[in-house]
């Protein structure tokens, strides 16, 4: 082989070498501008004060997103009570039971779910839930985020099921268990920690939503009268408080965002966590 | 049933298989096959990949009826009673099955001994009847002192001796064991022999085995099996010394197979 070809070859090797490296780098390094962003103008605003007080009055400087916080966990709670239970019967159906076309049906029926813009999702729980009360309300915006989680939780839960290994099924069937008390006794149980992780993830993926929020729970200056009434959270807060003109909110938004942010980062750590330890056993 | 010979008398059998059909979708797998299966012997089924011996093994506790599209045709009578008409449940905790892979639950291996008592209902003291399952598995000397630890952390021997004493714990009457050692190293497969020899006393088995040593050291009867039908089926001493059928003195000479 000519010299030359040796040369280009090697060339070629270490052109593309750089490339995919740079672009992982790049990758990664967006992630850590933004964190460094956000605690670089964020960082000052972010004080007990933040965690504890209500917003302060337009024109006073200080005060806090405790309303938002609480108000963004409500709404949470309210996405996993209402969509969890849903994607997960719907995961097992599909992995354990479904036949063929049906299955086929859900599953595209599925993805497609899991496409639909946010906003779109947002116009939908304003015409199911807040048109006929004629007010935003905290469970209205609970359905919004509930109808995100399903399609995740779904395909998750389908996905770690998958991966249990028949011989499982049938030792477990050979011992006398019908196909259901099989799911819930070996495949679940083998799958839980997997299925957990998926259900963290869809909820760390919606906590930062804010178009379905913004006119489902709408927001709130105060603390939210109940589950009827309209609600604060941290990226309608974020959003309200970038747009306004005044530097103190500006602060204030960016703090929020490294909140909101140190909660993802969380739940993904927790999910690692639960991931890891399940694999151990 | 001229066409089998039946090397035991009526009252000292098992399971009586009689003109067993079975189909996987249109392509039939099992043709015709009746079969006397003695009760607290160990019956060996021989014959080269894809004959159907697995797939017959698994009429027997009807864990074909797990897959879809498939059809039975024929009887199947556990001490004289047709399976197809009993319990599902029933039957599996009466007639006990042991795969080919080392299958353990992901729980410890006090739950795994444990896990045919639980879902059966059962309610008396668990601790006893773990303890003697593992001990008819030959497996309680080296598991006493770690119960709770996760069953994946035994070796495969080890852990298919597990999955026999889950098998035993719900007391079957039949354990079915599709080629338990072909994942196991000679000194393992000793130990499981060992074993099933043991348990004669207490429960019929019947063994699917590619091992023609195997069939020959540890079974009483043997049947072999070749495109989805019984070939010859007798004592293992004597279809191994003078078989009858030219078919079966080929694969056990192993000019075929």
Known sequence: ?281 | MEKTTSPTTEQSLRLKISNLNFFYGPKQAVFGLSLDIPINRITALIGPSGCGKSTFLRTLNRMNETIRNTRVEGAVLLDGQDIHGMDVVGLRRRVGMVFQRPNPFPKSIYENVAYGLRINGYKGRLDDLVEKSLRRAALWEEVKDYLKKSAFALSGGQQQRLCIARALAVDPEVLLLDEPCSALDPVTTAKIEELMFQLKDSCTMAIVTHNMQQAARASDYTAFMLDGKLIEHSETSKLFTTPKDPRTEAYITGRFG
Do not use: C
């Open chain 1, 1 to 281: 082989m000519s010299n030359a070809r040796i040369i280009w070859r090697k060339t070629v090797n270490y052109v593309m070498l750089t490339l995919t490296g740079v672009a992982a780098f790049g990758v990664v390094s967006v992630l850590f501008l933004i964190l460094g962003y956000l605690i670089w103008n964020g960082g000052t605003s972010l004080n007990l004060n933040f965690f504890t007080q209500l917003p302060k009055p337009v024109g006073e400087t200080g005060g806090g997103m405790a309303n938002a916080i609480v108000g963004s966990l409500k709404l949470l709670f309210l996405a996993a009570m209402m969509g969890l239970p849903f994607g997960l019967l719907a995961g097992v159906y599909l992995a354990e039971f479904g036949g063929k076309t049906f299955s086929f049906v859900v599953r595209y029926t599925t993805d497609l779910l899991n496409g639909v813009p946010s906003i779109v999702i947002g116009i939908f729980a304003y015409s199911l839930v807040v048109l006929p009360v004629k007010h935003f309300s905290t469970l209205a915006g609970g359905v919004a985020l509930a109808i995100m989680v399903i399609p995740i939780t779904v395909r998750s839960t389908e996905e770690f099921l998958r991966a249990v290994p028949g011989s499982m099924r049938e030792a477990a069937m050979a011992l006398g268990a019908s196909q259901w008390k099989t799911i819930v006794t070996v495949v679940l149980p083998a799958a839980s920690g997997g299925i957990l992780t998926g259900m963290l993830l869809a909820l760390a993926r919606v906590a930062g939503e804010t178009a379905p929020l913004l006119f489902t729970a709408f927001s709130n200056r105060y603390w939210s009268q109940g589950w009827g009434q309209p609600i604060a959270s941290l990226p309608v807060m974020i959003y309200t408080y970038a747009i306004a003109p005044y530097d103190d909110w500006h602060r204030q938004a960016w703090a929020a965002g490294l909140v909101l942010l140190g909660l993802v980062l969380v739940s993904n750590l927790g999910a690692r966590f639960i991931l890891a330890r399940t694999k151990a056993i």
